[in-house]
């Protein structure tokens, strides 16, 4: 079967279950490709792109759900407990995969600081999807402990100056990613890979919201993200 998720990494995270779902009958159609090692023989082609626009390839299933709606990834694409069963052998792919402890104190926290989404950088107001950056950075300054940022090829706003903060911003391959959220106390960020993975690996995770999200749309985001066991701060 051939299939074409959302183009984000965070979107194609989310569909490891029903990629192992397919596998190994499957080729996927995405620029992520890194994120599918630990299943060792998925086949993939690259997306191409018509400005910031993906091209949907002919004969994929294009994979979506509905952000503030009732249909979520696993509404859509498993069926009964079905999903649950593929999460618990993608999970354990996973912690095969990158098994291994770093070299680093414990209770650290996670943080992926506000950023630009791509569709966002050409405008004026760059920053208008994010959350709250003066009450986003205030809580990081409430932390206590050791704070590692991370983050890849992104747009900032300007961060103060905290103590106690290793940036960890492009400096990180996918595979030490994978290995400081699975070793994190929690995880903070808006939603998107970083919480994905936060999921992926049963880590506690604090879902920023938008600054121009509701509280209601906010809470049926997490909802359509969140994963079995994780624990929602």
């Given at each position: 079967?051939?299939?074409?998720?959302?183009s984000g990494?965070?979107?194609?995270?989310?569909?490891?279950?029903?990629?192992?779902?397919?596998n190994?009958?499957?080729?996927?159609?995405?620029?992520?490709?890194?994120?599918?090692?630990?299943?060792?023989?998925i086949?993939?082609v690259?997306?191409?792109?018509?400005g910031?626009?993906?091209?949907?390839?002919?004969?994929?299933?294009?994979?979506?759900?509905?952000?503030?709606?009732?249909?979520?990834y696993?509404?859509i694409y498993?069926?009964?407990d079905?999903?649950?069963?593929?999460?618990d052998?993608?999970r354990?792919?996973?912690?095969?995969?990158?098994?291994?402890?770093?070299?680093?104190?414990?209770n650290?926290?996670?943080f992926?600081?506000p950023?630009a989404?791509?569709?966002?950088?050409?405008?004026?107001?760059?920053?208008?999807?994010?959350?709250?950056?003066?009450r986003?950075?205030d809580?990081i300054?409430?932390?206590?402990?050791?704070?590692?940022?991370?983050?890849?090829?992104?747009?900032?706003?300007?961060?103060?100056?905290?103590?106690?903060?290793?940036?960890m911003?492009n400096k990180?391959?996918?595979?030490?990613?994978?290995?400081?959220?699975?070793?994190?106390?929690?995880?903070?960020?808006?939603?998107?890979?970083?919480?994905?993975?936060?999921?992926?690996?049963?880590?506690?995770?604090?879902?920023?919201?938008a600054?121009?999200?509701?509280?209601?749309?906010?809470?049926?985001h997490?909802?359509?993200?969140?994963?079995?066991?994780?624990?929602?701060?």
């Open positions: 079967m051939n299939i074409q998720p959302q990494l965070g979107d194609l995270i989310n569909l490891l279950p029903y990629i192992e779902k397919l190994p009958d499957v080729i996927v159609a995405t620029n992520h490709g890194y994120a599918l090692e630990p299943f060792n023989n086949n993939t690259p997306v191409e792109y018509n910031r626009l993906p091209i949907s390839k002919k004969d994929f299933q294009q994979l979506r759900y509905t952000r503030y709606g009732k249909e979520r696993r509404d498993f069926q009964g079905d999903y649950e069963l593929y999460v052998k993608v354990e792919r996973y912690n095969q995969f990158y098994n291994y402890k770093l070299k680093i104190e414990d650290f926290i996670i992926a600081p950023h989404a791509k569709r966002h950088q050409h405008k004026k107001y760059m920053f208008e999807c994010t959350p709250d950056i003066k986003t950075y809580l300054f409430s932390l206590k402990g050791r704070v590692i940022l991370v983050g890849q090829h992104d747009i900032y706003p300007d961060l103060p100056d905290i103590q106690n903060v290793i940036d911003r990180t391959s996918f595979s030490e990613l994978c290995l400081l959220i699975k070793n994190a106390k929690m995880v903070i960020s808006q939603i998107g890979a970083i919480t994905t993975l936060a999921g992926l690996f049963r880590i506690p995770t604090l879902f920023l919201s600054a121009k999200e509701t509280e209601e749309q906010h809470r049926k997490i909802d359509g993200v969140v994963w079995p066991g994780q624990e929602i701060l």
